[in-house]
């Protein structure tokens, strides 16, 4: 299966880089920016992303392209003289701190043209997992490339196979109209996990429902990440729909993975992703709204119970549900995210008991009307249907009746997407005595 997939020369993995289309035109802006992302995380003068075919490796991504690009707008090498036939190869992550301790990397012709002492190269797969390419980092210096910097990189390859996905999908969506609403929901898929992960101590519940026609991709997203002494769960609302809302909220997700990796502190990993976003937006009128809350249990919290952290960057504050039916809401805050270099996160701790729960929501649902009507559901209207739940009411439950509520205040045409993630800590989790 091996020799299927990788190999510069396997004849599906061909056939799959040139059913891209990327080797039509030269560098492209949306993977430039992730190159220059790229170059401001890891520090370093040179990255680049390069499609290959078995014959050439084809520049469509730098941080300053047109320093690289010839007067065709294109730049390309033999495929044997470049590091990325070793990405392509393997299938896997080639990390030489010191290329020339490395027999595959030492010798090649643009090894020595780009003065490269350290390389780092991710493979960037398609939608089947075949390797289309690479996106490596490389410096004049040797380097001790870590596992931050490795995560990181493989991270904006990630959002390099997506944003390779997303056009493939949006291609054949113009082909096949009909099949509109089922690729946005493939698409959707890898922005909200298609069923939440199972944890120990608590339970979640999420419910997304796109708003309009329901053939766009959301520009909503959550995700659950392991953290020291826990997890931590982050909802997140991209301005806007459709392909570029998708590519943001991809590249969002990702960064916020990559950041809770190596940052306990909720605080700084919004402040890391403002950092991300304001880089990633270049200058271009858009945002972010976050919500990310860490769960732990430190000594000074009752047996059974969690330490809730919530860092917020203008996103609608969250509500907490008692065991025993009691709602409160908390503070949210922030400013939302992308917009300026320096971020402002409001920032709440809240401790969690057996059966309490944290709701997370969207815009979606506070700002539920319908089309027409001036009133929202707001608020009240969330704690009302939060309140109106059995006591005993589990996560998917409490998730179901927010979108209920909201869809009751719009009826039967929603204009906006809705999204609610409810963690409910295990009930059974009582402390003794």
């Not at 890891?42 to 991504?61: I, N, W």
Request: a negative charge; hydrophobic letters at 45%.
């Amino acid at each position: 299966m091996a020799g299927h997939r990788t190999g510069v020369e396997a004849p599906q993995r061909v056939a799959a880089v040139h059913a891209t289309r990327l080797l039509e035109s030269g560098p492209e802006e949306a993977f430039n920016r992730l190159t220059r992302l790229a170059s401001t995380m890891l520090g370093t003068p040179m990255v680049a992303l390069t499609v290959v075919d078995d014959v050439r490796s084809f520049l469509k991504g730098a941080p300053d392209p047109a320093l690289l690009t010839g007067p065709d707008g294109t730049f390309e090498v033999p495929v044997e003289e470049s590091a990325c036939q070793v990405v392509i190869d393997t299938g896997e992550i080639v990390c030489a701190p010191d290329v020339r301790q490395d027999p595959r990397l030492r010798d090649l012709p643009q090894i020595h043209v780009f003065g490269a002492v350290s390389w780092l190269g991710v493979p960037v797969l398609g939608p089947d997992g075949l390797v289309l390419g690479n996106l490596c980092a490389m410096d004049s210096v040797v380097r001790d490339w870590t596992e931050l910097h490795l995560e990181t990189l493989r991270t904006l390859a990630l959002a390099a196979s997506g944003e390779i996905a997303l056009r493939l999908a949006l291609r054949a969506a113009d082909r096949h109209a009909v099949e509109a609403a089922e690729l946005a929901a493939t698409l959707q898929e890898s922005l909200i996990p298609s069923r939440p992960p199972r944890l120990t101590g608590a339970v979640i519940g999420a419910r997304f429902q796109p708003g309009g026609s329901g053939v766009e991709v959301m520009g909503d997203f959550y995700d659950v990440v392991p953290v020291l002494g826990g997890f931590g769960v982050v909802i997140g609302d991209v301005c806007g729909k459709g392909a570029a809302a998708a590519r943001t909220t991809a590249m969002a997700r990702s960064a916020v993975r990559t950041a809770a990796h190596s940052e306990t502190d909720p605080v700084k990993v919004l402040a890391t992703l403002n950092e991300v976003l304001h880089v990633w937006f270049d200058g271009r009128i858009s945002f972010v709204t976050a919500l990310y809350a860490t769960f732990t249990r430190p000594a000074d919290v009752p047996a059974g119970s969690w330490r809730v952290t919530l860092a917020s960057g203008g996103h609608p504050p969250a509500f907490v549900r008692r065991a025993d039916g009691r709602v409160e809401q908390l503070a949210g805050g922030g400013r939302v995210l992308g917009i300026a270099a320096e971020s402002v996160v409001g920032c709440q701790s809240v401790v969690l008991g057996a059966g309490d729960s944290l709701v997370l929501h969207n815009e979606g649902i506070t700002e539920a009307h319908g089309i027409g009507a001036v009133e929202q559901l707001d608020d009240t209207g969330v704690t009302d249907a939060l309140t109106r739940c059995a006591p005993g009411a589990d996560a998917d439950t409490l998730a179901a009746a927010l979108v209920d509520a909201a869809n009751h205040q719009t009826g039967p045409t929603p204009t906006d997407d809705i999204g609610v993630v409810v963690v409910r800590i295990d009930p059974s989790a009582r402390p003794a005595g």
